[in-house]
């Protein structure tokens, strides 16, 4: 719906400014032709000047930098861009807005999902196309959230194999090599197992919008005005409705800041 409307806006700016050039303007009567929908009226057929629309964001003009070996906790380099990286998915209802807030805005994120959560199921054809479009990227986050410390070797591969097994199922791209430990818990054995199956970084963060639990979107607004700052790698959560409040807040921020949202795989070249 809101993507509609701003192609609507869009057009209707196009037909304005033709019509400012004079290719609208009726040609002149030498007859009435059918009755009276045709007398020229003098109020203007177009607003005079365009719908204000709301910015979006433009995916970004980088030159990649390569992907190093190990974890990353933030992006490497001068620059003005954020990585805004998205866990869980506990609610599919917050899976959705997330979607018509990306679609809505241009917004780019990186979800880390865990597959065994039904909501980044329901909400596939809502994320399919911003998927394949490069402007949602799509990363592992294992398929049922354990601590991958307490798992044996084939338990790690196990969990991050089912789920790179159901991202490319039902999305139909590769998820390497970018995983989330859950909590953020990892060691060099479970990055060693993650690496025997092509999951060679773990993605951590240098700040959150600390939205894992329940909290008001005021609380979500000051973590946001704290950590969304260049070159950080921002981890949140769709697991509850708060956040969904603060999408436009989010948006006037990252614009005020001079912030360019991006994906790993903007970011990143491996
Ligand atoms: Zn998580």
Not at 41 to 69: M, N, Y
Not at 90 to 101: P, Q
Not at 182 to 189: A, C, S, T
């Amino acid at each position: 719906m809101t993507l509609a409307t701003g192609v609507l806006v869009a057009g209707g700016s196009v037909v304005a400014g033709a019509a400012e050039s004079g290719e609208f303007a009726p040609p002149p009567l030498a007859r009435p032709v059918s009755g009276p929908s045709f007398v020229p009226r003098p109020t203007p057929a177009h607003p005079a000047e365009p719908i204000a629309l709301p910015r979006r964001f433009s995916p970004p003009r980088l030159t990649k930098v390569p992907l190093r070996h190990g974890a990353i906790y933030g992006l490497p380099g001068p620059g003005n861009s954020v990585a805004l990286t998205v866990d869980d998915g506990a609610s599919s209802e917050v899976v959705k807005l997330y979607a018509e807030f990306a679609r809505r805005t241009g917004m780019r994120i990186t979800f880390f999902l865990n597959g065994s959560r039904p909501s980044w199921t329901d909400n596939a054809p809502a994320l399919r196309p911003l998927v394949e479009s490069g402007q949602v990227q799509l990363a592992n986050h294992t398929w049922s959230h354990p601590d991958l410390r307490t798992l044996s070797d084939a338990g790690i591969v196990n969990e991050l194999g089912k789920n790179h097994d159901f991202i490319r199922n039902v999305y139909g791209l590769d998820a390497r090599p970018y995983f989330r430990p859950p909590f953020g818990y990892h060691n060099p054995r479970v990055d060693a197992a993650a690496t025997g199956i092509g999951y060679s970084t773990p993605v951590l963060w240098y700040g959150s919008l600390s939205d894992s639990g329940l909290i008001t979107p005021d609380q979500l607004k000051s973590f946001a005005d704290r950590w969304m700052l260049a070159q950080r790698i921002v981890i949140g959560h769709a697991n509850f409705l708060p956040v969904t409040d603060c999408f436009d807040y989010l948006v006037d921020l990252i614009h005020s800041r001079n912030l360019q949202p991006v994906t790993l795989n903007d970011y990143f070249a491996h």
